[in-house]
């Protein structure tokens, strides 16, 4: 499961269209964490798709990962800054690749 202290554990080494990225990152086989209020930790991530079904606001967007061992997509979450902390994205999520921090 990702780790909700990573950013207190990690390093933000990037960012993605606006979005954090938190390492360790060595692609394409380690991606590291996306976003920081919603995270998704990009290595976990086997591409479900549920997040991007079931949030309510469309915070999430397909992004490729060619060469990532678990998935060659991953849901990233482009809007974070539109969640409204309904958390399931989070519930629904059957490897809890996501972190979200209520504001
Ligand atoms: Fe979307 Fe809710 Fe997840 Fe926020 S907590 S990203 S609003 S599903
Ligand atoms: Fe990935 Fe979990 Fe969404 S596996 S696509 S973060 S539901």
Request: with cysteine.
């Amino acid at each position: 499961a990702i780790d909700p202290n990573f950013e207190r554990t990690r390093e933000k080494v990037d960012e993605e269209d606006g979005v954090a990225v938190w390492g360790p990152v060595d692609p394409p086989v380690q991606l590291g964490i996306h976003g920081t209020h919603v995270a998704v930790d990009f290595d976990i991530c086997l591409a479900d798709g549920a997040c991007l079904e079931d949030c309510p606001v469309d915070v999430f967007k397909w992004v490729d990962t060619p060469g990532h061992p678990e998935s060659e997509i991953k849901a990233h979450p482009t809007h974070e800054d539109q969640c409204i902390d309904c958390m399931l994205c989070v519930d629904v999520c059957p490897v809890d690749a996501i972190d979200v921090d209520p504001s």
